[in-house]
């Protein structure tokens, strides 16, 4: 007799998702991997969910409706792949008797290398010389900055966060967080500030928080007067923290030198975004957490999650 069968909705599960198989039969359990570059919309996830035991969610709108619609079917538990929960309406699922959990605390150190990343390739500029050398047959030389030495802004002082400040402070930066819920880490000095106090002291400013009502949209126009001129943001958080609109006048005003951005408001970017003009931006895919070693790793929580959830039910 056939076990419960998983919906797999997350795009970086999907990416090594025969490599799983064995640990979901171990659980006694079959899986469905979903056909999804980025997330399935509300109504395909109406379709889907109800007809699945389990859901191993993605980014998708894990929402009221579709919880309902889930419930109103076969769906008996849910875990969502990863740290954010922003696209997670907990409450729909406790009012449908659905038990839900995400698998906190596991990409930190996968988030952190690349906010470092970004940060050190706009401050040299390494992104663009790349395209310059690939597409023009240029060989420029652009006088980058130095971290060290500079003040960095962290917003959000959670894992990812305090990871970011680790590696910022060992290439000689000076870490500032921003984090209301801020706690000190073991063996990690920075200094802390309420924002969006100094900011103006801000070379560098990385976003690493979740989306919450608080810091959707922190990032907006009139936060553009407190910046100091020359400003780089990188924003390995969530697409909305950002106003693209506000961004774009930093750009164009030079407010903002350039921007690293993984995460954008609407995804995939689209074709038409005026952000493309800005060639010394770095844009990324939401790709951040998507190490092989850490989606092996948190695939595999994941699974033993779902699979005590449905062993209990």
Known sequence: MAGPTVLVTCPPMLGLIEEFADDFAREGLDFEAAKVTQVLSVEELKELVPQYEGWIIGDDPANREVVEAGAGGRLRAAVKWGVGVDNVDFEAFRNAGVPVENTP???????????????????????????????????????????SGRTVAIVGFGDIGSQTARRIIACGGKPVVYDPFYKPADGLKVETAIWPERLEEADFLIFTCPLTPETDGMFNEALLARLKPGVRVVNVARGPVIRESALLKGLETGVVHSAALDVFEIEPLPENSLLRRYDRCIFGSHNGSNSADAVRRVSKIAIKKIAAFLDAA
């Open 105 to 147: 605390g596991v990409f930190g150190g996968e988030v952190a290398d690349i906010a470092l990343t970004y940060a050190i390739g706009l401050a040299r500029e390494t992104y663009w010389i790349d395209r310059e050398i690939r597409t023009h047959n240029a060989w420029p030389k652009p006088s980058g900055v130095s971290i």
